[in-house]
């Protein structure tokens, strides 16, 4: 199972970051999808996360900001990252869980920050 992240970096504040995440060695179109982000002090925190048919869910602090997609047919998932704050700043990994095993897959990072 992998979970590579990648299109993280370093963005003045209001600017806009495209991150992705490809996966391997799941059923992709069975697991729900999520971006999780851990600033450095802090807890992990869910960011949004989309089922298999779409739905999507957001943290409160980035709801009208992020948007986040799928693409089954690549295996990928996508957070769309707009109007950039200092306080995105975080490790942003994803994960995946299969809807019907229930199993939970993590990926590596990928670091955002933005400077004020």
């Known amino acids: 199972v992998q979970l590579q992240a990648s299109g993280g970096g370093l963005v003045q504040s209001g600017g806009s970051l495209r991150l992705s995440c490809a996966a391997s060695g799941i059923s992709f179109s069975f697991n729900v999808m999520g971006w999780y982000r851990q600033a450095p002090g802090k807890q992990r925190e869910l960011v949004a996360s989309?089922?298999?048919?779409?739905?999507?869910n957001y943290a409160g602090s980035v709801k009208g900001r992020f948007t986040i997609s799928r693409d089954n047919a690549k295996n990928t998932v996508y957070l769309q990252m707009n109007s950039l704050r200092p306080e995105d700043t975080a490790v942003y990994s994803c994960?995946?869980?299969?809807?019907?095993?229930?199993?939970?897959?993590w990926g590596q990072g990928t670091l955002v920050t933005v400077s004020s």
């Open positions: 994960s995946g869980q299969n809807i019907v095993t229930r199993a939970f897959n």
């Open positions: 989309i089922t298999p048919g779409g739905s999507t």
